[in-house]
C-alpha cells in the first residue's frame, strides 16, 4: 500500500541547534517533493520544493535532501529558533501542478 | 491581502443540514484546489480545477458533496445532508501551472 510517514513523535530541541525532520514514502514515484510549515489553525505555508532529480535544496537556514533510492527526504533547520515551533508537512507530487499527497507532518518545538 | 481567502472561517451546523464554503484563490491563478484535514492529519486532496474545469476528484468525495467554480475565478464546496464525520478543517489552494499551491485559512467545520 502507499504511505507516507513523517516522524511520529513531536521533535523538542534546544535554540540553536539543527532540527532534522525525515519523511519516508512506499509506492510511490514522485516527480517533486515539497515541504510545508503549518502553525495551528492556519493553512499549510509552502518552504520548498526539490525535484526528483536534485539531491539537495537550500533555502537561508532550511535544507531539504531527497534520496528517491531510499525513498527519503530530511528536512534540516539549522540555528532553530522558537519562532521555528510549528507543524512541518512533507507532500508528495507525483507531476508539477498535480494534487499534493501530504505526510501526517512532525510537530516541532524549539526550547529557548 | 493578495492572498486566498475562504469564507466563513468556522461553522457549526447540525447532522442533517446542508453546508457551503466559498474560496477565493489568488487573482491570476488558474488552478484552484480543495483539501479537508483532520487533527493530527495531513490535507486530503478533494478536487481540483484548472480554470472552470473540474479535472480531478477524490474517492473521498462522496455524491453528498459538490464543487463548482463557474468563471473560472472562485469556487463553492457545498456538504449536503451533513454527518459527524465531515467534521474537519477545508483548506482550499490555489497556484498557476509554475508554481506551487498557496493555501487559504481554512473553513473550519463542526457537525453537531
Known amino acids: 500500500s502507499q504511505k507516507i510517514e513523517q516522524n511520529s513523535e513531536a521533535l523538542n530541541i534546544q535554540e540553536g541547534k539543527t532540527a532534522t525532520l525525515t519523511c519516508n514514502y512506499t509506492?510511490?514515484?514522485?516527480?517533486?517533493l515539497q515541504w510545508y510549515r503549518q502553525d495551528p489553525g492556519r493553512g499549510p505555508v509552502f518552504l520548498l520544493l526539490i525535484r526528483e532529480n536534485e539531491k539537495e535544496k537550500r533555502k537561508e537556514r532550511l535544507k531539504v535532501t531527497f534520496d528517491t533510492t531510499l525513498k527519503q527526504s530530511l528536512f534540516h533547520i539549522t540555528a532553530s529558533q522558537p519562532a521555528d515551533s510549528a507543524t512541518y508537512l512533507c507532500a508528495l507530487e507525483m507531476e508539477y501542478g498535480n494534487k499534493l499527497v501530504f505526510g501526517a507532518g512532525t510537530i516541532l518545538r524549539v526550547k529557548s | 491581502d493578495t492572498g486566498v481567502s475562504q469564507d466563513p472561517r468556522h461553522k457549526i451546523t447540525k447532522r442533517g443540514q446542508n453546508v457551503t464554503f466559498r474560496c477565493d484563490p489568488i487573482?491570476?491563478?488558474?488552478?484552484l484546489y480543495w483539501y479537508r484535514q483532520t487533527l493530527g492529519q495531513g490535507p486530503e486532496f478533494l478536487t481540483y480545477?484548472?480554470?472552470?474545469?473540474?479535472?480531478?476528484k477524490s474517492r473521498l468525495l462522496s455524491d453528498r458533496f459538490s464543487a463548482e467554480r463557474p468563471k473560472g475565478s472562485f469556487s463553492t464546496l457545498e456538504i449536503q445532508r451533513t454527518e459527524q464525520g465531515d467534521s474537519a478543517m477545508y483548506l482550499c489552494a490555489s497556484s498557476l501551472e509554475t508554481t506551487s499551491e498557496f493555501f487559504g485559512p481554512g473553513t473550519r467545520l463542526t457537525v453537531l
Open positions: 509506492n510511490y514515484s514522485p516527480a517533486y
Open positions: 487573482s491570476e491563478h488558474n488552478r
Open positions: 480545477f484548472q480554470n472552470e474545469a473540474q479535472l480531478e
